[in-house]
């Protein structure tokens, strides 16, 4: 309601009013189910709320694209609440994984309905990422190590040791990727990133990098791009990339990232200043490094807390989640491949991952 209090401020004409009339019916369309099942046939997106640390209310929204509406995906489905901090969600062949951090758990669901087909206990673990590969799938987690995970059998199969609280996965070139954050050392973060022969599931070297390296993705070409985020004070954050092929860091963007996603040869990325409570959306394409567009989005939006990023591989369309004040339900922003705001709907408290269905 609050275009129509800006709307009464202003001296805008009949016209214009009418026309401000129209986009928010338009663009305010979600309807919100709490208790409506996933259909199988739906397509739509689903997003991880991770709600507030140590008050067990993360959960799992779906928005429907045909029907523009929302539905508490995980608690409809599996009539029990997801857990504490959820800190990943990806899909994988025919399964959605979500890793719930504080609880300790891997949730492995079924990708069309959400329904739960095992959950893997983890105590004492504090799992974080995941990340896939053929058979299996790789969780670092805080403690150090990093599991494999049968994705058929939905059996941990193996166990390594990486670094101080790895945050980060990612594979390529043959290689698992390990970011070892250090995160809960502060003010001594970790500033390397492991690296494992997938084959032989064993260490090949460590790669230093930026303090506090947390979230990685891969390009087509098989680099690694990594985002460190620094001390939050004197050690600014940092965008960083690794060749695949010799494992070694081989650039430092001149510009921070908070987060980013790639898709095709393009990666979106987004990097929110903590002091100036700022931010700024980039495009780069990754196939020679340079930014193509500074200021991805056209219009003027009312995104407070950018949380997370994700784009439709079907659409192009951009998608980026707002936490607001990180207490309340954060919203979700879509925008076409131009940047041109298209509408907004409602999910949970800090929406942290998107996946598309």
Known sequence: MNLFK??????????????????????????????TVVSESSHGLYVLNEGVWQMNNSSISFYDFDAATTTDAFLAAN????????????KYGSKLYCVVNISETLEIMDLQTAKSLKQISLS??????????????????????????????????NTVQAGSNPDGVCV?????????????????YGNSVSVF????FSHIKDISVGLNPTRMAHDAQGDIYIVCNGNYGSVPAQFQRIDSQTDELVETFPFPVSN??????????????????????????????TIVNENFIVDEVSILTPYA????????????????QYTTNGDIFCFDAAGHFKYKFEAGINPTAIVFK
Do not use: H, W
């Open 79 to 90: 009539q029990r609440g997801l857990g504490d901090t959820g800190s990943d969600l990806q």
């Open 309 to 324: 990023i994700a784009v439709n591989p079907a659409t192009g369309d951009v998608f980026i989640a707002d936490a607001s």
């Open 172 to 188: 390529a070139n043959g290689k698992l990727y390990v970011s070892n954050s250090g995160g809960l050392n502060f003010p001594n």
């Open 124 to 157: 004492g673990k504090q799992p974080r990422k995941i990340t896939f590969d053929g058979a299996f799938a790789y969780l670092c987690c805080y403690d150090g190590s990093v599991l494999k995970i049968d994705t058929s059998t939905m059996a941990i199969v």
């Open 197 to 200: 022969d997938l084959a032989t």
């Open 260 to 289: 980013f996603t790639i898709s095709g040869t393009f990666a979106y990325l987004y990097y929110y200043d903590f002091s100036t409570q700022k931010y700024s959306v980039k495009v780069m394409d990754v196939s020679s490094e």
């Open 6 to 35: 800006n709307l009464k401020k202003s001296s805008l004409k009949c016209g214009m009013i009418l026309c401000g009339i129209v986009l928010f019916f338009s663009c305010e369309k979600s309807e919100t189910k709490p208790n």
